[in-house]
């Protein structure tokens, strides 16, 4: 679905900033993020392991834990302030308007419960139904999310699942309660690749029939290329790229995002070297001067770690922070 | 777990269920024969035809078990007279109403210092060491579990205070805190509980925290939050079942440890006092007659070395059947 302008965005977040205050450093996880995401919409999230990418998620969600705080920034969900929201008041947003989904699905469901009754149990937290319609919801549930025999399924446990079912049952429970954005933080890493396939097909179908935004978090290139109309790529707690998915993958603007797409292997030309991104994440406990992808970069020069380049757009809806484009606009 | 799912059933298919479950389990079924008789002797010991535990005749003092003796009469207060023989001329002056012929009675367990029938002592001072042992039980794991709980899950400042608190206990060996109690205290049945329970509540609360601790880092916790469930729901419903096998095998151990602190406390006077009975008391009198009669402190030491049996083997099958994983396959 693509932007327009007249319709509000379900998600706003301006100039988040993320840091954890440890006794020996402060770790500028996320250092002024700001994207917004608009109904209907899958985004896609990118960067390389550490970039800030999960810690942003749980910013929204209001679930950074001590030693972690949100320090500045805004999160307008649905016209509403997050980060002035009371601890009840988050809670019914949860699960309920927010759902979350992530990695190692079978993790994230409690061993010593049956999947009904997991199922049922977040039906019932957040709509007054009685026991029996819940139930009949989760069978529902359990059917559009493609696992045969529902009612053979809900009594049995966690372990009776493989990783791909499990991941559609923590799915069946995110769509519960018909959230308005679902953040699916790196939801098939954890799976083989036809069963990953066959999870972002269910994700984009589900997108398309509830119409519930979607925020994609991962690192795989092709996944995103594949199902995501917009796509975000972060590095180093800060946004480097953002803008269409075709746009950013057939004419990747920063430097950190063409090394990313040079580095995947291409399976039409098989026999083509591929080239690795050279050196290492930066280190964010310190305020860096200047670019932080500046000691990687392949494009550098003086301005670089000197000054710190802003997010400009350099096309509609396609922006980049990287001073290579400065003049240009 | 389908129960919770599915209406109740009738009275009359659950006692069914019960027996198919107790038939399948026969481990379980064989260690929780011992225990129940010894609970259901203890409750129904003023029921039960056996001598007055406290009294004394001294004609039949240390006499062996598996004997005989004769009861001559009544003496002025209504209370038997018991001889070991039968022979009318030993009749003490203070018969008042012969019986002709004298009554046999047989002594299973023989009899103690004062020639009190053993057996008679064993029931009732079952009720005490039992009631100890299991009340306290209970009173600890509700404690600790709690604390537990509070300390590990919120952390924070709550786990500080709690847990410094938890080493000021600790700071004293079990056993001296105990006695300490005792002593400012004074002996009694209640007392004994309250040094129970006050000795061993810091090293079972650092127990279930260190567990908490591990399951609240689980992946299916986070999920919990995710899903809009608050604090004290997910302490009590995620959480704390995940650390109920612990809690199992920490029961079983503690009633074992229980019945033998309560028996020491009686055994160097400082727990119940004579003539009182409990497995204490008897064990510190078989302890004084150990060369002139060891059968007498046979007795408790049989039952409470068959207790721990029980409930440690208790402990572990209830641990393996609450395991959806062992239970299953």
Redesign the interface.
Known sequence: MSVTATTEPVLAVKDLHTHFFTKTATVRAVNGVSFSIYPGEIVGLVGESGCGKSVTAMSI?G?VD?PGRVVNGTITFDGRDMRRMS??Q???????EI??I?Q?PI????????V??QL???IR??QRVG?REA?QQAVGLLERVGIPDPEQR??Q?P??FSGGMAQRV?IA?ALANRPKLLIADEPTTALDVTIQAQIIDLLAELNQEFGMAVLHITHNMALVAESCARTIVMYGGKIAESGETPAVFDDPKHPYTQALLASVPDLDQPDQAIDPLEGFPPDITREWPGCEFEPRCSQRFERCPVENPQLREVDVGHAVRCHLYEAAT | MHSALSPNKPAGQRLRRTATFLRDHPVLSASLIPILLLIIIALIAPLLPITDPNRANLSVRYLPPLSEAYILGTDRQGNDVVHAERNPDLFPSSVVERYEPPVRKHYVLGADSLGRDIVSRLIWGSRVSLLIGIFANVAVVLISVFFGLLAGYLGGRVDGVIMRLVDIGLAFPGLLLALLILTVLGPSVINMAVAVILSSVPLNIRFFRGQVLTVRNAKYVEAARLLGYNNLRIMFREVLPNVMPLIITVTALNATSFFIFTAGFSLIGMGLQPPDPDWGTIMSDGLRALYEQPAVILGPTILISILAICFNILGDEVQKILSPRESQL
């Open positions: 969600l679930l001590t601890g009840g988050l809670r019914r947003v949860r699960g309920h759902a979350m992530f190692n993790g994230a469901l409690n061993p010593v419960f049956s009904g009754r049922v149990e977040a937290t957040h026991r139930y809900l009594p446990y372990h009776q923590v429970m």
